[in-house]
């Protein structure tokens, strides 16, 4: 006997059909009236029935054209907590049953399980916690409240608003079971924790401060690590302050011994965020350290700059700092903006720094110039030499006319 019924094996034969066809063929037309036929059957209330049936018949293609069926079912309608509880238990029982799915298709399903959890605790006002707990993998646990935390971005306004309100009120409670968990694994939800919540409790940033350190001392999560930190100093201003402002200085000499884009973006958020912390003394060399690697490393650092301009006025004993800082870094823009004129990719790049410029010769005042007038007579043999000086002049101001004739670079 068929387990689905004559009927639905039917009409099963019929869209597995359909979905082959789809992956097989290449003619566009062919493809789109497929694709027509199957966004009307599966975004229908068939969709649940298919995901089982996928899973059953370990048909992976129809699988995920089911998986996205179910999604956009569950996004396009408001269902009742009883409906919404059944759906939830459908999916999350499927699960289950999908440990050797590859893994495109685990992240659909963990995508859509994440949804359905953040429209069952929208009706129920429940911890995601208490939903969560029926799996006993930490790991998966993580996966799916971070999917739970990005739908927050995908919800329609209203929905949006309350879930955010919703968990932030669990936060504490969130947060504090993550830390618990002596499990590094944990700082990809306390990041999102941080992020997504609109109060943070700064009785647990000593712990979070903590977590950070010992991630980069470990060279683990890394990345997840500097997103937590940057949270934490858009939310916490006490980082630079005591007790914290120890840990603080030791997460930041972590961070200036990765040399990586990342680090970098984090320096330059972070310094920007302090600009009058007596701390950005000791970062302000190492974003110089960073500019001489490459051009690339310049554009962001220029970043910096833009955001000093509108904020060293009001901060008198920054002035100084940061006139020298600009002619160090326009010592070593000339060199990384000679380019060669079939090198597209550098005169592309450098052309980013045109607009902020106008800050470095605003910061440094009359240095700007005079410093590229040195680097003039000391190499004004070297014709790519005297073309980036001219490119850094003439982003400023007009060129003098004994530089008029000198071709300048431009993008294409």
């Known amino acids: 006997m068929n387990p689905f019924g004559e009927e639905n094996h039917q009409t099963i034969v019929h869209l597995r059909e359909l979905v082959h066809t789809f992956y097989s063929s290449n003619n566009p037309t062919i493809r789109k009236e497929v694709e027509h036929q199957l966004t009307q059957y599966l975004e229908s209330?068939?969709?649940?029935?298919?995901l089982q049936h996928a899973v059953q018949l370990g048909d992976q293609e129809l699988l995920f054209f089911s998986l996205n069926a179910f999604y956009n079912f569950i996004k396009r309608r408001r269902f009742s907590t009883e409906i919404i509880q059944q759906l939830l238990q459908h999916i999350m029982a499927l699960h289950q049953q999908s440990n050797q799915l590859p893994i495109f298709l685990l992240n659909k399903m963990n995508s859509v399980i994440s949804y359905t959890i953040a429209m069952y605790i929208l009706q129920t006002k429940c911890n995601p916690m208490i939903v969560l707990q029926s799996y006993s993998s930490l790991d998966l646990q993580i996966q799916l409240l971070h999917g739970i935390y990005e739908t927050i971005d995908i919800l329609p306004?209203?929905?949006?608003?309350?879930?955010?309100?919703?968990?932030?009120?669990?936060?504490?409670?969130i947060m504090t079971m993550f830390i618990q968990t002596n499990n590094l694994s944990s700082i990809l939800i306390l990041s999102d924790a941080v992020q997504y919540s609109s109060t943070f409790p700064k009785e647990?940033?000593?712990?979070?401060?903590?977590?950070?350190y010992l991630s980069l001392k470990n060279s683990t999560y890394v990345d997840y690590s500097l997103d937590l930190f940057s949270n934490l100093f858009i939310r916490a201003s006490e980082?630079?302050?005591?007790?914290?402002?120890?840990?603080?200085?030791?997460?930041?000499q972590l961070i200036i011994l990765l040399q990586t884009p990342n680090a970098l973006q984090t320096?330059?958020?972070?310094?920007?965020?302090?600009?009058?912390?007596p701390i950005l003394i000791d970062i302000i060399p190492v974003l110089l350290q960073y500019c001489s690697t490459s051009l690339e490393n310049c554009v962001d650092v220029m970043e910096f700059f833009e955001e000093m301009y509108t904020l060293y006025d009001d901060t008198p004993e920054l002035e100084s700092s940061l006139q020298k800082f600009s002619i160090e870094y326009l010592k070593l823009l000339i060199p990384l903006c000679c380019v060669h004129s079939f090198d597209d990719e550098s005169i592309v790049t450098r052309s980013k720094l045109r607009a902020g410029l106008n800050c470095i010769s605003e910061i440094s005042n009359?240095?700007?110039?005079?410093?590229?007038?040195?680097?003039?007579?000391q190499n004004q043999s070297n014709q790519m030499v005297v073309e980036s000086i001219c490119f850094?002049?003439?982003?400023?101001?007009?060129?003098?006319?004994?530089?008029?004739?000198?071709?300048?670079?431009?993008?294409?």
Request: charged fraction near 15%; aromatic fraction near 12%.
């Open 45 to 50: 209330d068939n969709a649940g029935k298919l």
């Open 157 to 173: 306004y209203d929905l949006s608003v309350q879930l955010q309100k919703l968990i932030t009120s669990f936060q504490k409670e």
């Open 204 to 212: 647990l940033l000593s712990s979070l401060l903590q977590i950070v």
């Open 239 to 252: 980082l630079i302050e005591q007790p914290f402002l120890q840990m603080t200085t030791q997460v930041i």
């Open 267 to 277: 320096l330059i958020n972070f310094s920007i965020a302090f600009y009058d912390a």
């Open 366 to 377: 009359s240095l700007y110039f005079d410093c590229l007038k040195s680097f003039l007579i």
């Open 392 to 412: 850094l002049w003439e982003a400023v101001d007009k060129l003098p006319q004994e530089l008029a004739s000198v071709h300048i670079h431009r993008p294409n």
